[in-house]
């Protein structure tokens, strides 16, 4: 965040000194706060060669270490094992391992992963997914319609917004059109993006991919951040 400065302007001369008005109390100059310095990153967050295509290594310093993947208490404890709870303002997902601990990731969200809350189902996972363009989103932006349902949608790869994993949500047995996906990157991660559902890293969403559990819930947190996703859309 950018803080406004403040400028004084100086007037007067010794001559004059006598009619000046008496000198103001001196006005200190905000101080920007120098950008944090973060350590590096871990090691599996390092390039990854073994997939269809090559992922980059995320670059030392780009992420706070609070949006690092790590095993932290479980806030979830009555939750099953396999259950994965996502808190759009906190920008953070849970994946509960057992009652004692859960392994979180930090996430950015888009305008739909603020749009939508409840319980749904893990229905089925996919390695480098096709981008099938939902209607709504074509509306608003017409040239996507090569990539829309019809047409087959995106080829997979490093281009595809949906990244190198994606885990597909349903609820009494229809499709919520929300996924939580790769692609995400570094300077986007903890915020609120322009569009999409909930943006992984692509270490992380193949990490997530390999632990998830088909047919475990999973829980949106409301938003109570009113008129994001207006904002957003």
Known sequence: MLTRRSFVALAGAGGLAACARPPAEPVSR???????????????????????????????????PRLWRQEVANPFPTRARGTIVIDPDAAMLHFVQNPDKAMRYGV????????????????F????????????????????????????GMDPGPDNPMGARALYLF?????????????????????????????????????????????????????MKPGVTDQMY
């Open 30 to 64: 905000a101080i920007m706060a120098p950008a944090p310095i973060h350590p590096p990153m871990p090691d599996f967050y390092d390039a990854i060669t073994t997939e269809p295509w090559p992922i980059p290594a995320i670059p030392d310093g780009s992420i706070d």
């Open 108 to 123: 950015s969200v888009g305008a739909a992963g603020f749009a939508w809350d409840g319980e749904a189902r893990l229905q």
């Open 125 to 152: 996972r996919r390695e480098w997914p096709r981008w099938k363009v939902p209607a709504n989103m074509i509306k608003r932006q017409p040239e996507l319609e090569p990539y829309s349902v019809a047409n087959g």
């Open 171 to 223: 609820k009494d047995g229809k499709d919520t059109l929300y996924r939580i996906h790769g692609s995400a990157s570094p300077q986007e991660l903890g915020k609120a993006v322009s569009s999409g559902c909930i943006r992984m890293l692509n270490q992380d969403a193949i990490d997530l991919y390999e632990r998830a559990i088909h047919g475990s819930s999973v829980v949106v947190l409301p938003s």
